[in-house]
């Protein structure tokens, strides 16, 4: 599957930025889908997964502030972010994998996005 993402931009610290994963090329509902992000100097890490069927799980430094959720009618997943931290800059990557459970690796992803930029100012 081919992935389009899109959104990112720049936030003062406790604003909001909603990023969007578009897909292409095959079912979307049958993949999983995550986000990664890699801040300057730093190695990718994961960020937030989500099932075909709705089943979601977060990296603890993002859980209460960001969301995840897809729409498979419109295959394309998106990445809510509030109350936004400096220490959320980065670039953000989404991925996906032909699955039916969340998936928190990095290596499992077979399939990656180019990278949205996202920066917060304090």
């Known amino acids: 599957v081919q992935l389009q993402a899109s959104g990112g931009g720049y936030a003062q610290a406790g604003g909001s930025l909603r990023l969007s994963c578009a897909a292409s090329?095959?079912?979307?509902?049958?993949?999983?889908m995550g986000w990664f992000r890699q801040a300057p100097g730093k190695e990718r890490e994961f960020v937030a997964t989500?099932?075909?069927?709705?089943?979601?799980d977060y990296a603890d430094s993002v859980k209460g502030r960001f969301t995840i959720s897809r729409d498979n009618a419109k295959n394309t997943g998106y990445l809510q972010m509030n109350s936004l931290k400096p220490e959320d800059t980065a670039v953000y990557y989404c991925?996906?994998?032909?699955?039916?459970?969340?998936?928190?690796?990095?290596?499992?992803?077979?399939?990656w996005g180019q990278g949205a930029q996202v920066t917060v100012s304090s």
């Open positions: 090329g095959r079912a979307f509902v049958s993949y999983t």
């Open positions: 991925a996906a994998k032909g699955s039916y459970r969340v998936i928190i690796r990095e290596t499992e992803y077979q399939d």
């Open positions: 989500i099932s075909w069927s709705g089943s979601v």
